[in-house]
């Protein structure tokens, strides 16, 4: 008997499992206020040289501000003051003559004037992020991304090692500390110290809440339970369009989002630890009870005492409880080293363009809170078609189609014109809800393809991976001033090449999860999601076969 076969027999998909991803919703509630927290933070509003130091008490005085900036600020091509040069003295004659294309400039030579109509303060114009120093800007989202891909490697080893639950814990902990402390920040060095050690913690809520919840359900329930979980994702990023807008202070802003862990972590209380890692690490006793309170949960408690305790082991096939596991034994073993490859590469594809597409949302003609909202609603019709595609044409096809899908609209406005903002914003808000799609594949169909003995180390590998993409992925954006299309056409290559990857990968649409490395290299058992169909057929025979010799 199989742990599937188990959780079948108490209902692998009842009130048990729907109290799990409710208490694992809160948290994942939290996480894209965080990861997309820098289209706040550190947005950079309309802004100028501050013009203070010319005022004599004379003429300059005596001008309104619109012929302050005049005589002030030179005028870039598209006929909007400049953000970051300055005449070095008052050109007044410029009043009657409006050319000012062979005067001198200068740098800013007393810090900016912001336009704080939109944000009341930003770290940009706390710390004058701008013009010379606006990669430092664009470096705090890479600096946060680099602490979740520090993470997802520790996360990823620690959880595999210590059990799903107690590492949640942690990452609460983690993310709820060093989140309040971020808002506290007195420097620009502070800040990223502490953003850094906030990405650490929350990639632990990313990858143990997936797993824990994938693990808890049966085979038939496994894209319902991992698209409900995902909802969580989309409703949180909508609600932090809501939250910004109406807190525009930046530190408040930062408490705001993460002050929800605090009842994440009096939740975490109610929560059970994964029975199938007890089971893999021989902790058999912890499993059977919480198999019995799943049970007595959805009223199923009649089957599991037919389940002996001393017997559990044996029946789900696990016989490897004193082995200890590592990213080492990713890659092993030949199947589990293409695994991890094709997967790598997948993940860093999914996580670059999602990021690169939600990390730059000026340009479409519409208020940051509006385009925000917009990308964010669109996650949730993208996340119900792509459960029933996940059942209908399997998760490969899913995870390569979405991505090619993707690629494609990035294309397309590569060649829309800027002044078409109605056709760009429609085509982006197309791919960003397509970008949505193949990251909610991705993380359930990862989940399937890795045995329960190294899934969180896959996971782990995985979300660094990812985490690299999406590190690089603002420093892409800075490219723009090199050539305007680069960064897109950088992100649309990537995005397809992943897609073409993804057809690579072995499909695992009602297959069991592989408990085993063997089950992956097929040494101990087959395994159906990595056997071809000519050897599934000669199995069959050979099976039936026994069945007429046994009779």
């Not at 600020?73 to 005449?87: A, L």
């Not at 050319?99 to 770290?123: E, H, I, R």
């Not at 038939?220 to 909508?238: D, E, P, Q, V, Y």
Request: charged share 15%; aromatic share 10%; net charge neutral.
């Amino acid at each position: 008997m199989k742990f599937e076969n188990i959780l079948e027999e108490i209902d692998g998909c009842g009130w048990f499992q729907v109290l799990i991803v409710t208490l694992l919703c809160i948290p994942r509630v939290i996480l894209p206020c965080h990861f997309l927290l820098n289209n706040f933070i550190a947005a950079v509003p309309s802004h100028h040289c501050d013009l203070s130091s010319l005022d004599d008490g004379s003429v300059f005085g005596n001008l309104t501000q619109e012929q302050r900036l005049t005589v002030s600020v030179p005028v870039q091509e598209d006929g909007t003051p400049s953000s970051c040069k300055m005449f070095p003295e008052p050109q007044f004659h410029i009043l009657s003559n409006s050319n000012n294309s062979d005067l001198a400039t200068v740098p800013c030579q007393n810090g900016w004037a912001y336009d704080n109509s939109t944000f009341k303060s930003t770290m940009a114009t706390e710390w004058d992020l701008v013009c010379d120093r606006k990669g430092m800007n664009k470096a705090t989202a890479t600096i946060f991304f680099v602490g979740v891909m520090m993470g997802a490697i520790a996360f990823g080893t620690l959880t595999d090692k210590f059990g799903r639950k107690p590492m949640l814990l942690v990452s609460y902990t983690i993310s709820i500390v060093f989140g309040f402390a971020s808002a506290f920040s007195n420097s620009y060095t502070m800040f990223g110290v502490m953003r850094f050690f906030t990405g650490f913690g929350l990639t632990g809520i990313s990858i143990i809440s997936t797993v824990l919840s994938v693990e808890w359900v049966d085979i038939k329930h496994r894209a319902l339970i991992g698209i409900t979980g995902s909802m969580a994702w989309s409703f949180g990023n909508m609600m932090l369009a809501g939250i910004a807008y109406q807190v525009n202070d930046w530190r408040m802003l930062m408490i705001a989002v993460s002050a929800p862990l605090g009842l994440a972590i009096i939740t975490w209380w109610w929560l059970p630890e994964s029975a199938r890692w007890l089971i893999a690490n021989g902790k058999v006793e912890g499993a059977h009870l919480y198999l019995e309170k799943c049970a007595r949960f959805n009223n199923r408690k009649d089957f599991m005492s037919k389940i002996k305790l001393e017997h559990l082991s044996d029946e789900v096939g696990m016989d490897n409880h004193n082995k200890t596991y590592s990213y080492l034994d990713l890659v092993r073993t030949p199947k589990m080293r293409i695994l991890a490859l094709l997967t790598g590469i997948v993940w860093y594809g999914v996580a670059s363009t999602y990021y690169g597409i939600s990390l730059n949302i000026t340009g479409f003609g519409l208020n940051v809170y509006l385009t925000h909202f917009i990308y964010s609603a669109i996650e949730v019709p993208a996340k119900l078609v792509v459960y029933f595609c996940l059942d209908t044409i399997g998760r490969k096809h899913c995870q390569a189609g979405t991505l090619l899908l993707t690629g494609t609209c990035i294309a397309i406005n590569i060649f829309v014109p800027k002044g078409q903002w109605h056709v760009r914003t429609i085509v982006a808000v197309l791919g960003k809800g397509l970008s949505e799609a193949s990251f909610t594949t991705v993380i359930l169909y990862t989940a399937e393809l890795y045995p329960t003995v190294v899934r969180q180390n896959g996971l782990g590998y995985n979300n660094f991976m990812a985490r690299l993409g999406v590190s690089i992925a603002p420093l892409i954006i800075l490219l723009e001033d090199v050539w305007k299309p680069l960064p897109e056409v950088i992100i649309c290559c990537v995005s397809i090449l992943s897609g073409l990857v993804a057809f690579l990968l072995p499909e695992t649409h009602n297959a069991r999860l592989p408990e085993t490395i063997e089950d992956i290299e097929q040494t101990k058992k087959r395994n159906p999601i990595f056997v071809s169909p000519l050897e599934k057929t000669e199995v069959l025979l050979k099976s039936q076969k026994n069945n007429e010799l046994d009779q």
